[in-house]
């Protein structure tokens, strides 16, 4: 069973910076896509940015510029920085894999990281 474990998240002031991890149980190689979503109290969870195992990356325009998500398949672990934060980034951040095989797609969420910006 496949495990990932978010971390780095916390209380930051408007534009300050935050790192988050998402390190999983097993080889990330293993995975097509590894991605972040988020989501705001009151508000659906939305995709933040994704990178795909050639090392392709995605952004939602809202964090264009601000935020760099990586790769290290070494570490198995896959990063957003989080630079120039607002307070509209308030939300619980998760990590997701996804896996392609059989026809099909297979998802896997880590648990969550609160982030929260204050004004």
């Known amino acids: 069973q496949v495990q990932l474990v978010e971390s780095g998240g916390g209380l930051v002031q408007a534009g300050g910076s935050l790192r988050l991890s998402c390190a999983a149980s097993g080889s990330i190689s293993n995975f097509n896509v590894m991605g972040w979503y988020r989501q705001a109290p009151g508000k659906q969870r939305e995709l933040v940015a994704f990178i795909t195992s050639g090392g392709n990356t995605n952004y939602t325009d809202s964090v264009k510029g601000r935020f760099t998500i990586s790769r290290d398949n070494a570490k198995n672990t896959v990063y957003l920085q989080m630079n120039s934060l607002k307070p509209e980034d308030t939300a619980v951040y998760s990590c997701?894999?996804?896996?392609?095989?059989?026809?099909?797609?297979?998802?896997?969420w880590g648990q969550g990281t609160q982030v929260t910006v204050s004004s």
């Open positions: 997701n894999a996804k896996r392609g095989g059989g026809g099909r797609w297979y998802d896997y």
